[in-house]
């Protein structure tokens, strides 16, 4: 199998998801990566153990005319990238996950002949992802589609994979952190891979507002690589217990101790928050395409899984005013906790691995 895509966390986990449910399923499977030498998965795939083949793409959304008439001028030598890593590594199925180079690698496979399929993390799809959509063999949807978007004869609803320590983690019973105080609050913040300045920020002044409840609140956040010295810093003056990390590569473990989460609203996040059965408060990226982070959120928001705070009406006395109605209703956040969880999907990445193979064998026996 090949993966194709990345750039950000919430198009490269589900990737790396899917690859770790495929390869579980037999010892001689194979997976490769294609991504880009600016995305995330440079820096986490040979972390993880992954092979990572890089195209040399950009992406054309949102960009001003000159940069984006530079990456449509990309996408041909991008399309000859692909077609020599794929006849090089001969796989039986691509799967786009989003990300630049999902595009011209699902692109290159259809042309060869080779299984397709797409994996669509959002409640709004992507530019790509609709266009690929009339090439590709299958359509994995994160969310229903009810105004289709996709051809419902390709698509099938797995819900948005995880990874296995996530899955792990969800069906673990066992107590939590040993010696964890009965009265303690634990709060996992963060903004995505690179981190959310506007979130930093907000939760510092949040924490500074949040009474008596600062005595006992334990924050763990996730703030990118830039933020950390400032963000350090402020829980240090404020006497506030906490952990402050550029990226947090085991978000199982961090998942699991939290009581509350403050936090982005991308495809990933929702998917492994419900899988988990965690209560957040969402603040959906602003400037998202098509919104569609705010689609994501509000899903569990009806579901009365969520409260969710527009980055626009985000102030520190209404995030700390939040914090602490949740925290001082056990009853309410196990309610949004049982919610959350019955919206969770944790089998996505076996479904969708299955489906892969199911494809490559049907294809190998014509």
Not at 10 to 21: M, Q, R
Not at 76 to 82: D, E, I, N
Not at 221 to 241: C, F, M, N, S, W
Request: glycine letters at 12%.
């Amino acid at each position: 199998m090949i993966v194709a895509g990345g750039g950000t966390g919430g198009h490269l986990f589900p990737g790396v998801a899917v690859v770790e449910a495929f390869l579980s399923r037999d010892r001689r499977h194979e997976a490769l990566f294609v991504g880009t030498e600016r995305g995330l998965e440079k820096k986490v795939l040979p972390e993880l153990g992954y092979s990572l083949a890089t195209l040399d793409v950009e992406g054309v959304k949102g960009r001003s005319w000159g940069d984006s008439f530079q990456a449509v001028l990309k996408i041909p030598k991008g399309m000859l990238q692909a077609i020599k890593i794929i006849k090089g590594f001969s796989p039986d199925i691509v799967l786009g996950v989003g990300g630049y180079a999902s595009g011209p690698a699902v692109l290159a496979a259809h042309l060869l002949g080779i299984e397709t399929a797409i994996a669509e993390q959002n409640a709004i799809p992507g530019a790509t992802n609709r266009i690929l959509a009339n090439f590709v063999n299958r359509i994995f949807l994160s969310f229903p589609d009810p105004e289709g978007v996709f051809p419902p004869r390709k698509s099938v609803v797995t819900g948005n994979p995880i990874r296995a320590s996530l899955v792990a983690a969800a069906s673990d019973s066992r107590p939590r952190r040993e010696g964890k105080r009965r009265d303690g609050f634990d709060i996992l913040v963060f903004g995505g891979s690179q981190g959310a300045h506007g979130v930093n920020m907000a939760v510092l002044d949040a924490a500074a507002l949040l009474g008596g409840l600062r005595e006992t609140v334990r924050i763990v956040h996730q703030t990118g690589a830039k933020d950390v010295p400032e963000v350090r810093e402020g829980y240090e003056k404020l006497g506030i217990k906490a952990e402050v990390h550029p990226f947090i590569m085991d978000m199982a473990a961090a998942y699991r101790e939290a009581d509350l989460l403050i936090c982005r609203a991308g495809a990933t996040s929702v998917a492994e928050i419900t899988a988990m059965g965690k209560v957040a408060i969402l603040i959906p990226f602003p400037f998202a395409i098509h919104d569609h982070q705010t689609k994501n959120a509000e899903v569990l928001v009806r579901a009365e899984a969520a409260l969710m705070i527009p980055e626009r009406e985000l102030t520190g006395a209404g995030l700390a005013a939040a914090i602490g109605e949740l925290a001082a209703d056990p009853e309410r956040l196990a309610r949004m906790s049982a919610r959350s969880r019955s919206l969770g999907r944790p089998e996505a990445a076996g479904e969708i691995a299955a489906a892969c193979i199911a494809m490559a064998e049907r294809r190998g026996l014509h």
